[in-house]
């Protein structure tokens, strides 16, 4: 299956610093990847949908300024954390579509878990 | 709104048991299904995807079917393994096209005993 890379992992900050998260898609080309939050034990929240080479479209209730996406390329998308606070502590996760196989099927990265000290 | 249920949250069985993980959702008006498994701390991983004019779809121990009229889907595991033990997320995708985004279950977490 297609493979989503997701960098780095795990990451500690102190608050106000940001963090950048990266999400790449190895072996195909990603016109639209979703980034995702989850709480402990809970569902996966869609954050913003991520379009290469126009803006994001956000979810209701997410601030773009707080958590700025960037779509530069097909294979490239990345979310930065702004300001950091402990609040923004949590897992977050990529997923990409696979432009040219039409099925639909949502690949996802192995996450990055954010702690804010 | 498109809203996506699975009950019970959680499940426990014996090992070589066969089951079935149910997934509802109110909106039948979907482009596909999918299926995931999410092992604790780690991101998902695809097991089935069903377009919206399929019915089943197998690998391996696995089977899913879908029944739009309905608003239902079924993961069924065959002769469960204590490795299968993980959470299991089904998403739909709105009939607006390939792009668009997934609405996801809570999940259910099961736990297979050796």
């Known amino acids: 299956g297609a493979v989503v890379s997701q960098h780095p992992s795990r990451v500690i900050c102190k608050s106000g610093t940001s963090v950048k998260i990266e999400c790449r898609s190895l072996?195909?080309?990603?016109?639209?990847m979703f980034w995702y939050r989850q709480f402990p034990k809970q569902s996966l929240m869609l954050m913003a949908t991520?379009?290469?080479?126009?803006?994001?479209?956000?979810e209701q209730g997410v601030e773009k300024d707080k958590f700025l996406i960037n779509h530069a390329s097909l294979t490239l998308s990345t979310l930065t954390v702004t300001s950091a606070h402990p609040e923004d502590s949590s897992f977050y996760i990529c997923?990409?579509?696979?432009?040219?196989?039409?099925?639909?099927?949502?690949?996802f990265g192995e996450g990055s878990r954010l702690t804010v000290l | 709104k498109q809203e996506v249920t699975q009950i019970p949250a959680a499940l426990s069985v014996p090992e070589g048991e066969n089951l079935v993980l149910n997934c509802s959702f109110t909106?039948?008006?979907?482009?596909?299904l999918q299926w995931f498994r999410q092992d604790p701390g780690k991101g998902l991983t695809s097991l089935l995807l069903?377009?919206?004019?399929?019915r089943e779809q197998t690998s391996g121990r696995l089977n899913a079917s879908l029944d739009k009229s309905s608003g239902r889907s079924t993961l069924y595991i065959a002769a469960s393994q204590p490795g299968d033990s993980a959470t299991y997320l089904c998403?739909?995708?709105?009939?607006?096209?390939?792009?668009?985004?997934?609405?996801f279950g809570k999940g259910i977490t099961l736990s297979v005993r050796p």
């Open positions: 997923s990409a579509v696979n432009a040219r196989s039409g099925t639909g099927e949502l690949f």
């Open positions: 072996d195909f080309q990603a016109t639209t």
């Open positions: 991520s379009n290469e080479g126009s803006k994001a479209t956000y």
């Open positions: 909106d039948s008006a979907i482009y596909n």
């Open positions: 069903i377009q919206s004019s399929q």
């Open positions: 998403a739909v995708r709105l009939a607006t096209g390939a792009n668009s985004k997934l609405t």
